[in-house]
């Protein structure tokens, strides 16, 4: 699948069988996603009395279309916590964005930076899903006509007209609206640049924000998402996946028959289509994205490195062990390790092939599919190509997964919106949102120097984003999100203070408003 189509990693379970099992738990590689956190205790008591349990659903009577009110509304899923409430408190407000957001109730609870807020703060907390995602969803499909109610600017008012509307299920939570209740926005990676870009496109709606990995600049050739991956991987692994990488492009360049036989048979992967082999390739680097500085060496980034480094009870110095050995070793743990995973019983044509645009991956349109509706995304507004680097730059990922690659798959899976390869509107969703050159006051950005996102935060290298006393940017060690959960804390230093200076930050703007 193309790399911001699907996200596979080795320790998913093996499918059931076929590509539409497939379709299911792969469809997110290389996406975006805070990482869930299940609740701890459903049933809670807050400070009035009530007995309130975190798990339950509600429902609120959003806007189809707020352009358009005759479109009348459509049913959208929150969960909701009074734990920590007391009068005059915030309500702290969450979208995981991208995901059906079921599975994220733990952000009500305080081992979250969510629930740490409402907790300090004499706080309600909110988690609510996003419009095209899980079972909110304007309209009961996912075609392309449907999903043109799918844009940034439908989310952003989406959050502001629930906080301004909803009537919150517990004692006290019809007198909690925006604006006479200061709203905290809270979010991470994409739902944390949907925080940015909501408090840059409707001022004074909500009172403050959180971003944390906050994605605010649409980039269309994205290859700087595998820069903080090669510089912070081990050295030896880095060195014997770019020897590969090398290998197959050099083969592919050259039209060399003999080396993409050899490296393509060391896979059993033959019958693909180079680029789509190619593709097949990044499916290890991706589960870089789902490290966390409590994550253990047994991780599957790391499972797949020692697959290449350790030889014979050694490790390879920082140069690798060599192309021959690496080539070998990668087809080997794909083989016994990957391919059941991936693939389940589906051929390499139905689980990486591209060609055929008749099979479900590109032609389901039933609700609860996120890769579908996060792809809409991409192709329109927001890019984020995880491509191969330009020449001269070292590379993790073959030169082959280019923005043309990926602007194909656009055109196959919504042909009628996507009658030829084009980019994204990423120059427009720059010029709105402000992207790097944002200034909004009561806005905290928590970025990480090992997530692999970090080159469309305010911390990329070339972004011209500065710190101040009113938007702050507090830059640790994590990964991507870390600064969300407290474990990440409790384990690096560099994590707390993010969040140590976060959390004063909300604190001392909500005692000055």
């Not at 707020?66 to 408190?89: E, I, L, P, V």
């Not at 510089?231 to 993409?260: F, G, K, T």
């Not at 590109?362 to 599919?369: A, H, I, L, P, R």
């Not at 919504?414 to 990423?426: G, I, K, L, N, Q």
Request: glycine fraction near 8%.
């Amino acid at each position: 699948m193309a790399p911001w189509l699907s996200r596979a990693l080795a320790a998913l379970p093996i499918l059931a069988s076929g590509a539409h099992a497939l379709i299911e738990s792969v469809a997110m590689r290389g996406v975006p996603l805070m990482p869930k956190v299940p609740l701890k205790n459903s049933a809670v008591h807050s400070p009035n009395g009530d007995v309130f349990d975190l798990s339950t659903v509600y429902y609120f009577d959003q806007q189809v279309d707020h352009n358009d009110a005759s479109k009348g509304t459509f049913q959208q899923r929150y969960w909701t916590s009074n734990q920590y409430y007391q009068t005059g408190g915030p309500v702290v407000l969450m979208t995981p964005g991208e995901a059906n957001a079921d599975g994220y109730q733990g952000y009500l609870e305080d081992g979250t930076i969510t629930g740490v807020i409402a907790q300090q703060n004499n706080g309600a907390g909110v988690i609510i899903e996003h419009r095209f995602f899980g079972l909110s969803n304007p309209i009961d499909n996912l075609n392309d006509s449907s999903l043109a109610l799918l844009t940034i600017d439908q989310a952003v008012n989406d959050l502001v007209y629930f906080s301004q509307n909803v009537v919150l299920p517990w004692t006290g939570g019809d007198q909690v609206k925006a604006p006479q209740t200061p709203w905290i926005l809270v979010g991470g990676s994409y739902s944390g640049a949907l925080t940015a870009w909501t408090m840059v496109n409707k001022p004074g709606a909500f009172f403050a924000g959180w971003a944390s990995s906050a994605v605010v600049e649409a980039i269309t050739d994205f290859w700087g998402y595998f820069a903080p991956i090669q510089e912070n991987m081990p050295a030896n692994c880095s060195a014997d996946v770019q020897a590969v990488i090398s290998y197959l492009d050099d083969a592919h360049d050259n039209n060399n028959a003999a080396n993409l036989a050899n490296i393509k048979n060391a896979f059993n992967l033959g019958s693909l289509a180079d680029v789509d082999f190619a593709s097949s390739l990044m499916s290890p680097i991706y589960s870089w994205q789902d490290l966390q500085p409590s994550s253990g060496a047994g991780q599957p980034f790391f499972q797949f490195c020692d697959a290449l480094e350790v030889k014979d009870g050694q490790s390879a110095d920082a140069n690798g062990w060599g192309v021959d050995n690496a080539i070998a070793a990668w087809g080997k743990y794909y083989q016994s390790q990957q391919q059941g995973p991936l693939c389940g019983n589906a051929s390499a044509e139905e689980c990486f092939g591209t060609a055929d645009k008749t099979q479900q991956f590109f032609t389901d349109v039933d609700v609860d599919n996120a890769g579908r509706s996060w792809s809409w995304m991409v192709c329109n507004e927001v890019g984020w190509y995880q491509d191969g680097p330009p020449s001269g730059q070292p590379a993790i990922v073959s030169r082959m997964i280019n923005t043309q690659y990926s602007e194909g798959l656009c055109t196959s899976m919504f042909p009628t919106v996507f009658t030829s390869e084009r980019d994204p509107a990423v120059d427009k969703t720059d010029s709105t949102y402000q992207g790097w050159n944002l200034q909004v006051d009561n806005l905290f950005f928590a970025t990480g120097k090992s997530d692999p996102w970090r080159e469309a935060t305010v911390s990329a290298s070339t972004s011209p984003a500065k710190t101040s006393d009113n938007m702050p940017i507090a830059e640790g060690d994590g990964f991507h999100c870390s600064d969300l959960t407290m474990d990440s804390g409790s384990v690096d230093q560099t994590i707390n203070a993010v969040q140590t200076q976060g959390l004063a930050a909300i604190k001392a703007w909500l005692a000055a408003k």
